[in-house]
């Protein structure tokens, strides 16, 4: 398992306060508001999961941030406060792996004081591998975090280890999840990829294993993100293939489409015992519905996952500079956003001149 830096800071809470006056919510180029947020706490991560991390990238010599190039947990409050006031009702923490950087429950006691712009709480979900959630449950939800995510490729533990390259059992992310559930945070999500050949045939096991449990499990197309090392279009098993896979054991019926920027569509088991959904980002994209804005651990701001470039923020969270300057920088930012880097590649593969270029690294900028 990879060392992890002790280089991670305790930070010290300070109060917080609004760094800006509301505003109406803000629209992009193609006309999307700006709903959630996606904030990635750290880029280092203690699995090596072969289609995020691989090992031969992200060895001993990899170059992650170093703590001081990280933002501090003040420095993400104000970046908070600045989407909450352009219409953000969403954050989701996320990585590398979130749980690594110390501290994270006071962040999210501090994110958990806020409300959005329509006076509710905002709402604050996390990503985890689980491998260090069991022990942290009770923790997180008690400083506010609202629901978990958790990713998990496979039930079997040799499909598991060589997919996360970890040494560890799944019994440990299953522990996660457990406790997760026991301390209530709901719902309880679950996410898998599904890379043909290497985990399709743990779809079933999967299915079975969560059905009747209220985990509502997910499974994603593998995607062409950076660090995705070995992808190819035929390395793709679609969601509407994988939903026949599960439909062989399981009727499935599908569920109401109940929140529009949503990335997953939802299926109630025909018996009633719970749901499956399918994330079709490479098939069937859904950018024209895309609402989400990413900030690296470096204060770097992506309106995509597949920009190659993010917008430096860090100019502007010093204390000195007042929060609507930072509003206006993101604003801005948002308004020439014009992303929508899966619909393309889709009309580019249909059209037969299908080509990637290397984008951000997941790791950095989160899923
Ligand atoms: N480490 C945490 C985890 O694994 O949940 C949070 C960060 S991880 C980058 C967020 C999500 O991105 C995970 O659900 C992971 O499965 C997904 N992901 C990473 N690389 C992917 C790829 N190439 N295609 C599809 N999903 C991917
Ligand atoms: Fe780590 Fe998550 Fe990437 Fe796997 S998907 S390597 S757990 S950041
Ligand atoms: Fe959003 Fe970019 Fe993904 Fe399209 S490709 S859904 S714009 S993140």
Same mark, same amino acid.
């Given at each position: 398992?990879? *060392?992890?830096?002790?280089?991670?800071?305790?930070?010290? *809470?300070?109060?917080?306060?609004?760094?800006?006056?509301?505003?109406?919510?803000?629209?992009?180029?193609?006309?999307?508001?700006?709903?959630?947020?996606?904030?990635?706490?750290?880029?280092?991560?203690?699995?090596?999961?072969?289609?995020?991390?691989?090992?031969?990238?992200?060895?001993?010599?990899?170059?992650?941030?170093?703590?001081?190039?990280?933002?501090?947990?003040?420095?993400?409050? =104000?970046?908070?406060?600045?989407?909450?006031?352009?219409?953000?009702? =969403?954050?989701?923490?996320?990585?590398?792996?979130?749980?690594?950087?110390?501290?994270?429950?006071?962040?999210?006691?501090?994110?958990?004081?806020?409300?959005?712009?329509?006076?509710?709480?905002?709402?604050?979900?996390?990503?985890?591998?689980?491998?260090?959630?069991?022990?942290?449950?009770?923790?997180?939800?008690?400083?506010?975090?609202?629901?978990?995510?958790?990713?998990?490729?496979?039930?079997?533990?040799?499909? +598991?280890?060589?997919?996360?390259?970890?040494?560890?059992?799944?019994?440990?992310?299953?522990?996660?999840?457990?406790?997760?559930?026991?301390?209530?945070?709901?719902?309880?999500?679950?996410?898998?990829?599904?890379?043909?050949?290497?985990?399709?045939?743990?779809?079933?096991?999967?299915?079975?294993? +969560?059905?009747?449990?209220?985990?509502?499990?997910? +499974?994603?197309?593998?995607?062409?993100?950076?660090?995705?090392?070995?992808?190819?279009?035929?390395?793709?098993?679609?969601?509407?293939?994988?939903?026949?896979?599960?439909?062989?054991?399981?009727?499935?019926?599908?569920?109401?489409?109940?929140?529009?920027?949503?990335?997953?569509?939802?299926?109630?088991?025909?018996?009633?015992?719970?749901?499956?959904?399918?994330?079709?980002?490479?098939?069937?994209?859904?950018?024209?519905?895309?609402?989400?804005?990413?900030?690296?651990?470096?204060?770097?701001?992506?309106?995509?996952? +597949?920009?190659?470039?993010?917008?430096?923020? =860090?100019?502007?969270?010093?204390? *000195?500079?007042?929060?609507?300057?930072?509003?206006?920088?993101?604003?801005?930012?948002?308004?020439?956003?014009?992303?929508?880097?899966?619909?393309?590649?889709?009309?580019?593969?249909?059209?037969?001149?299908? =080509?990637?270029?290397?984008?951000?690294?997941?790791?950095?900028?989160?899923?």
């Amino acid at each position: 398992m990879n *060392a992890i830096a002790e280089d991670v800071i305790v930070e010290p *809470a300070v109060p917080d306060r609004a760094v800006a006056s509301p505003v109406a919510a803000v629209r992009d180029g193609r006309d999307r508001p700006l709903r959630d947020l996606r904030l990635s706490v750290i880029d280092q991560c203690n699995f090596r999961c072969t289609y995020c991390m691989p090992r031969e990238v992200f060895d001993e010599h990899y170059r992650f941030l170093r703590a001081s190039e990280r933002i501090s947990f003040d420095e993400m409050m =104000k970046i908070a406060h600045a989407f909450v006031a352009l219409g953000v009702e =969403k954050i989701r923490i996320t990585g590398g792996e979130p749980l690594l950087r110390r501290g994270l429950e006071t962040l999210i006691e501090r994110l958990a004081r806020m409300t959005t712009l329509k006076g509710k709480p905002l709402d604050i979900a996390l990503t985890t591998n689980g491998s260090l959630l069991g022990a942290r449950a009770r923790g997180l939800r008690d400083a506010g975090l609202s629901r978990v995510t958790v990713s998990l490729d496979a039930l079997d533990d040799a499909v +598991f280890r060589r997919m996360s390259d970890v040494d560890l059992p799944v019994a440990r992310i299953l522990d996660g999840i457990e406790q997760a559930q026991a301390v209530g945070l709901a719902p309880v999500k679950v996410n898998t990829v599904i890379e043909r050949g290497v985990n399709d045939h743990q779809i079933l096991p999967l299915v079975r294993h +969560f059905k009747g449990s209220e985990i509502a499990l997910r +499974f994603i197309e593998f995607m062409d993100v950076g660090g995705a090392a070995g992808w190819s279009n035929s390395t793709v098993l679609k969601a509407r293939d994988i939903r026949a896979i599960v439909e062989k054991e399981f009727p499935l019926i599908a569920a109401d489409h109940a929140d529009s920027g949503a990335t997953s569509v939802n299926y109630r088991h025909a018996d009633g015992k719970g749901t499956v959904g399918f994330i079709a980002s490479v098939s069937e994209p859904f950018c024209g519905e895309c609402s989400r804005a990413r900030v690296s651990a470096d204060g770097q701001l992506y309106t995509c996952l +597949f920009a190659t470039q993010g917008a430096d923020l =860090k100019p502007w969270l010093g204390e *000195a500079v007042p929060g609507e300057q930072l509003m206006d920088a993101i604003h801005a930012r948002w308004n020439a956003r014009d992303d929508r880097y899966s619909e393309l590649n889709a009309d580019r593969r249909r059209a037969g001149t299908g =080509k990637t270029w290397p984008t951000v690294r997941m790791s950095l900028v989160g899923g």
